[in-house]
């Protein structure tokens, strides 16, 4: 079937623009030998789906990963060079398969059978996915992947759509897990790998607040903001789920920062972002490093660096029946 030939054209066009799924990690690796801080963003819409690979002020790059049913339009590898910004006479080359990637429901981002290599003079410098063996026939002159290429991931920002119930997986501690919001009834429900780990009842009143919560037989800071959704404003619920003292949070771009903009809460809500659409901190989040650093920090809309390399995960659920 052809959603565009049994729509309604309005509706469409406002479903088209609506992402499904986005998913922004943000990566420590080295380009060139210079450290670098590299953002993958996985978007995922009705009739497009994309990834875009950004390094600041060295380099942005767009893909298309949106599957067709002719084979002669397919998904092929695909390379491309580039010049480094900062490094004029250094040129890198991005390399990518997602012929055969397989995706979770409703994801943005492969799960398995994909990859994506960045290197610099035939030195893979750093490497994502799982087809190890595929990347290294294709890099003239690579005989391994180092260790050094394997990106340590600092900070994972999602947004999910739906209703009452919304479900997402991270990595924390090394291993995935499947986290579920729930919120019905004025009670809030956290689960992990599917068993209750946090109640918040009475959430009028307590549609802010923060707990410690078991992830994989350890605890992580989990903090959460509704006021949107007890307010009835709309928008988003914003969670945080944090190790140590939390990541790297880079600025919102392209699609994430329109989705921000639409819903902008009033300055004097509780759960106010900022009047940037591009600074990626909602109160939540600020509330988050400045509990992790004794209040000395400070959001920006430049991208916020951790001092000991630890982890976030920012959870942002917006709600259907709220847009």
Not at 199 to 216: C, D, Q, Y
Request: with cysteine; aromatic share 12%.
């Amino acid at each position: 079937m052809i959603p565009s030939c049994f729509s309604n054209p309005d509706q469409l066009t406002h479903d088209t623009h609506k992402p499904q799924n986005l998913i922004t990690c943000i990566y420590q690796t080295q380009l060139c030998n210079f450290p670098t801080f590299l953002t993958i963003t996985w978007t995922k819409t009705l009739f497009s789906h994309s990834l875009i690979i950004h390094a600041a002020d060295s380099f942005s790059i767009t893909l298309s990963l949106y599957p067709s049913t002719f084979s002669f339009f397919r998904n092929r590898p695909g390379s491309k060079s580039l010049s480094l910004t900062r490094q004029h006479h250094h040129r890198i080359k991005l390399y990518w398969d997602f012929t055969k990637a397989e995706f979770s429901r409703n994801s943005a981002e492969p799960v398995s059978c994909f990859y994506i290599a960045i290197a610099c003079d035939a030195r893979i410098e750093f490497f994502l996915g799982d087809l190890r063996d595929d990347a290294l026939r294709r890099i003239t002159g690579a005989t391994r992947i180092p260790l050094s290429a394997e990106p340590t991931l600092l900070s994972r920002r999602e947004h999910v759509f739906g209703r009452r119930n919304f479900m997402a997986t991270a990595q924390i501690f090394g291993s995935k897990h499947e986290i579920g919001i729930e919120c019905s009834g004025g009670v809030l429900r956290v689960k992990v790998d599917g068993k209750v780990g946090l109640i918040v009842k009475r959430l009028a009143w307590k549609f802010r607040g923060n707990e410690r919560i078991a992830v994989g037989g350890s605890e992580v800071d989990f903090y959460w903001d509704v006021f949107n959704w007890i307010a009835g404003s709309g928008g988003h619920g914003a969670f945080v789920f944090q190790v140590g003292d939390g990541g790297v949070w880079p600025e919102m771009v392209g699609q994430e920062k329109r989705l921000m903009k639409k819903s902008l809460p009033s300055s004097s809500s509780p759960s106010a972002i900022s009047s940037s659409p591009s600074t990626s901190c909602s109160s939540v989040l600020q509330w988050a490093e400045e509990s992790s650093d004794g209040g000395r920090s400070s959001c920006s809309s430049s991208t916020r660096f951790s001092r000991s390399g630890g982890f976030s995960w920012l959870l942002y659920a917006w709600r259907s029946d709220c847009n």
